[in-house]
């Protein structure tokens, strides 16, 4: 049975290249071309499926970009539970640029949803059968769907006696966790938007951290800090991961990658502990690689030997 259901209401098909360098006018020629599904919640059942686990992905397909995106996720065999949309599934595009070593990330916007398409996805969501036990919504919301709509979602697990985990920003992350989730993976700045508070170091953010446990907002908050490392904060317990010392390639993928693991660990049973450290390494072999690519199994299991874990 497949326990690990994500939901990505704005999913794209990331084009990517590589040039030597990035200059104006100029005709820039792409050393390379490779497209990826991408995507929060869709990044999220790709890396569980590479870790040796399994996920379903719920998605919009709007156009031939929709129709492309279904196969690629056919070819890494992942199940899709998708609805059409009159508009077009976005495309982002990624340049390496290899004499400065720098990487460009373009993301577009992406089709607008009317009100009977983002009702779609909450009907979809409502008649899974059976219901996982895990459902994981990441990434921003379209334009059209209201702001409330991972509430919603929230709500609808709730019912089911399923676990809710939210990857997102903004209002939209605001209203769902008022609601109250029950896990929450904000960054740093996602975290000032959502707590209005600037702390100044990683002891203060962990305790802002515990309040949006306190106050009911979310059960469990993964609280990722880039380079800085990562907190895993519940009611009764703070645990602490530095970093892991690594030359990032790539800025893609991290948080993604981070929350797979930890979804895919915990669903299988293991401790909070030990879960939180497969993410910590799997945030960090995500950026090991130049490109677009995800965390590589093997990176994954041997920095996950790396990772200390402390308990405040
Ligand atoms: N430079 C780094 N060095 C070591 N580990 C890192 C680095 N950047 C990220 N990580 C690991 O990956 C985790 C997730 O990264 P981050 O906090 O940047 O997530 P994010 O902002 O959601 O990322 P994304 O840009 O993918 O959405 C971090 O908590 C950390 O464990
Ligand atoms: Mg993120």
Redesign the pocket.
């Given at each position: 049975m497949t326990d690990i259901v994500t939901i990505t209401p704005n999913p794209a098909v990331d084009l990517s290249t590589v040039v030597d360098k990035i200059l104006p006018v100029a005709k820039l020629r792409g050393q390379s071309q490779r497209r990826d599904p991408g995507g929060g919640g869709i990044n999220v059942a790709r890396v569980i499926r590479r870790l040796g686990g399994d996920a379903r992905a719920i998605y919009p397909v709007g156009g031939a970009i929709g129709k492309l995106l279904r196969q690629l996720l056919d070819k890494e065999d992942i199940a899709s539970h998708t609805w059409m949309i009159a508009g077009e599934t976005r495309e982002n595009f990624f340049v390496d640029e290899i004499s400065a070593g720098k990487q460009y990330r373009f993301i577009l916007p992406g089709p607008r949803l009317h009100e009977v398409e983002w009702k779609q996805c909450l009907k979809l969501v409502a008649a899974l059968e059976p219901f996982p036990r895990f459902l994981v919504a990441s990434g921003s919301l379209p334009d059209g769907v209201p702001d409330d709509f991972y509430a919603q979602v929230a709500r609808i697990a709730k019912q089911r006696g399923a676990r809710f985990v939210l990857?997102t920003s903004g209002p939209a992350l605001a209203a769902a966790t008022a609601e109250g989730v029950d896990l929450i993976?904000p960054?740093l700045r996602e975290m000032r938007e959502l707590t209005g508070s600037e702390p100044s170091d990683a002891y203060a953010w962990e305790v802002a951290a515990k309040q949006l446990v306190e106050t009911g907002k979310a059960t469990v908050v993964a609280l990722t800090m880039g380079h800085l490392g990562a907190a895993l904060v519940t009611r009764d317990e703070v645990l602490r991961a530095p970093p892991i010392p690594i030359t990032p390639r790539s800025a893609v993928g991290a948080?993604?990658s981070f929350l797979a693991a930890l979804i895919w660990r915990l669903a299988s049973g293991a401790s909070r502990a030990d879960s939180f450290r497969l993410a910590v390494a799997a945030g960090a072999a995500a950026l090991l690689h130049p490109g677009t690519e995800l965390c590589r199994p093997d990176d994954v299991a041997r920095l996950a030997g790396q990772v200390t874990i402390e308990t405040a």
């Amino acid at each position: 049975m497949t326990d690990i259901v994500t939901i990505t209401p704005n999913p794209a098909v990331d084009l990517s290249t590589v040039v030597d360098k990035i200059l104006p006018v100029a005709k820039l020629r792409g050393q390379s071309q490779r497209r990826d599904p991408g995507g929060g919640g869709i990044n999220v059942a790709r890396v569980i499926r590479r870790l040796g686990g399994d996920a379903r992905a719920i998605y919009p397909v709007g156009g031939a970009i929709g129709k492309l995106l279904r196969q690629l996720l056919d070819k890494e065999d992942i199940a899709s539970h998708t609805w059409m949309i009159a508009g077009e599934t976005r495309e982002n595009f990624f340049v390496d640029e290899i004499s400065a070593g720098k990487q460009y990330r373009f993301i577009l916007p992406g089709p607008r949803l009317h009100e009977v398409e983002w009702k779609q996805c909450l009907k979809l969501v409502a008649a899974l059968e059976p219901f996982p036990r895990f459902l994981v919504a990441s990434g921003s919301l379209p334009d059209g769907v209201p702001d409330d709509f991972y509430a919603q979602v929230a709500r609808i697990a709730k019912q089911r006696g399923a676990r809710f985990v939210l990857d997102t920003s903004g209002p939209a992350l605001a209203a769902a966790t008022a609601e109250g989730v029950d896990l929450i993976k904000p960054n740093l700045r996602e975290m000032r938007e959502l707590t209005g508070s600037e702390p100044s170091d990683a002891y203060a953010w962990e305790v802002a951290a515990k309040q949006l446990v306190e106050t009911g907002k979310a059960t469990v908050v993964a609280l990722t800090m880039g380079h800085l490392g990562a907190a895993l904060v519940t009611r009764d317990e703070v645990l602490r991961a530095p970093p892991i010392p690594i030359t990032p390639r790539s800025a893609v993928g991290a948080g993604d990658s981070f929350l797979a693991a930890l979804i895919w660990r915990l669903a299988s049973g293991a401790s909070r502990a030990d879960s939180f450290r497969l993410a910590v390494a799997a945030g960090a072999a995500a950026l090991l690689h130049p490109g677009t690519e995800l965390c590589r199994p093997d990176d994954v299991a041997r920095l996950a030997g790396q990772v200390t874990i402390e308990t405040a």
